[in-house]
Each structure stands twice: as structure tokens, then as C-alpha cells.
């Protein structure tokens, strides 16, 4: 059973707000990441992170920011919310073992 | 270029029967895949794993098989219960790589009563 956590679960948000999702990790693993997923879609990676102070982006481009200031603690950022936003997020982390654990996801609309 | 590959995008089959979900790769350097399962609005939930070391993984009803040759594995459930309609996502990764885990397209399972 993987403990993480994202926050909120449903955001429904108007054009050009700010928005951060929260996730958060009790398993102490160094290894984090944001995937994006529209529905029947696969998962893309668009942020990930190897420990504190590290982050990188992923496959997908994205206009999102992530910051990585506790072990635990990876926020996903958008400055100024678009539709073309509109997707599920999903935050996870790996163990040492390979395998990722996903949180429950965040689901976005922008109007 | 998809590296993982679901082909079938969805699968009925009869409560108490096997199902069968198959996922083929590209990648030689894929050395460590697992499958989860997803329900609607909820996040993918880790389900089982294989290294390539292994040709076989067993965990309860489920059970992985990997043919390296092939660059195919396919996920067994005996027997399948209606509980297990989801989506089923296969996922690769060279196990030294901390950012690549590709995953496929998903397969749709329904298990009818």
C-alpha cells in the first residue's frame, strides 16, 4: 500500500488563474513524478524529480512548474490556467525497487 | 513511435474465465515492466511486476508472463471476478533509469456477470 497523496482531487478553475496541485509522499522516496493523462489516453510524463532541489521536465511539454524543496512534497504549478489545461494529473513516486506508486490523481478543468 | 504497445483496446470476458491482456515493446533496454489498474478518476494502482531475469511472476489471481524473445508479456486473472473491470496499463522501464517508465495505451477489461 503506497502513501501518497494529491490535493485537490476535482478543481474546476477560470482562464488565467493561478493553480497549484499538492502531493505529498510518507514513504521517503527520492524519486518523484507528474504524469498527465486525458481520459483514454496513455500516461505522459511531464515533471519528474530524483531528490531535493532536483527537478526536470518529462516527455510532454508542459506549461506547468514543479518545485521539490522537502523530500516528501512535490507541487505542480500553472501560472495562468488555459482549457487546453483540462486533464487529469497524476503524482507518483518510486521505490527503490522500480516500482511506482500513484497517488489518486487530481482532476482539472479550466473554463 | 510507441514503445509499449496495448493492442487491444478492450476485453469482455465471463466472470470465473481467464482473462488475458497483452502488451508488446520495442525497446531492448527495457529490462523491468509492471501492470496497473485504473478505475475512473482514480489514480493507477500498482498490480504486479516482472524483471527480465524472470519469465514468470505470480501474485495471487494474477500472474505476468515475459518472453523476451518476443518483447511481449501478458497479464493472466483466474479467475476474473467483476471487481476486476478496469483498465489495465502495462509499463517498461530499464530498471537504472530513474525518469523512463513508458506505459501503453491501456486495455479496457470487462468481466460480465
Known amino acids: 500500500e503506497a502513501d501518497i497523496y494529491q490535493t485537490p482531487r476535482y478543481l474546476v478553475i477560470g482562464t488565467g488563474k493561478k493553480i497549484t496541485l499538492e502531493c505529498s509522499q510518507t514513504?521517503?522516496?527520492?524519486?518523484m513524478y507528474w504524469y498527465q493523462q486525458d481520459p483514454g489516453m496513455e500516461l505522459h510524463l511531464i515533471h519528474y524529480?530524483?531528490?531535493?532541489?532536483?527537478?526536470e521536465k518529462g516527455d510532454l511539454s508542459s506549461e506547468s512548474t514543479v518545485s521539490r524543496i522537502r523530500t516528501e512534497h512535490f507541487p505542480l504549478t500553472l501560472e495562468s490556467a488555459r482549457p487546453s489545461h483540462t486533464s487529469q494529473y497524476l503524482c507518483?513516486?518510486?521505490?527503490?525497487?522500480?516500482?511506482?506508486?500513484f497517488g489518486e490523481g487530481s482532476w482539472l478543468t479550466v473554463v | 513511435d510507441q514503445q509499449v504497445k496495448q493492442n487491444s483496446p478492450s476485453l469482455s470476458v465471463q466472470e470465473g474465465r481467464i482473462s488475458i491482456l497483452n502488451c508488446d515493446y520495442t525497446?531492448?533496454?527495457?529490462?523491468?515492466f509492471l501492470w496497473y489498474k485504473k478505475y475512473p478518476a482514480e489514480g493507477p494502482t500498482f498490480l504486479i511486476s516482472?524483471?527480465?531475469?524472470?519469465d514468470k511472476n505470480e501474485d495471487g489471481r494474477f500472474t505476468v508472463f515475459l518472453n523476451k524473445s518476443a518483447k511481449h508479456l501478458s497479464l493472466h486473472i483466474v479467475p476474473s471476478q467483476p471487481g476486476d473491470s478496469a483498465v489495465y496499463f502495462c509499463?517498461?522501464?530499464?530498471?537504472?533509469?530513474?525518469?523512463?517508465?513508458?506505459f501503453g495505451s491501456g486495455t479496457q477489461l470487462t468481466v460480465l456477470p
Open positions: 525497446n531492448s533496454m527495457f529490462d523491468y
Open positions: 516482472i524483471s527480465s531475469i524472470k
Open positions: 509499463a517498461a522501464t530499464p530498471s537504472g533509469s530513474a525518469r523512463q517508465l513508458t
Open positions: 524529480s530524483y531528490g531535493v532541489n532536483s527537478t
Open positions: 514513504m521517503g522516496h527520492d524519486k
Open positions: 507518483a513516486s518510486r521505490d527503490l525497487g522500480n516500482t511506482i506508486y
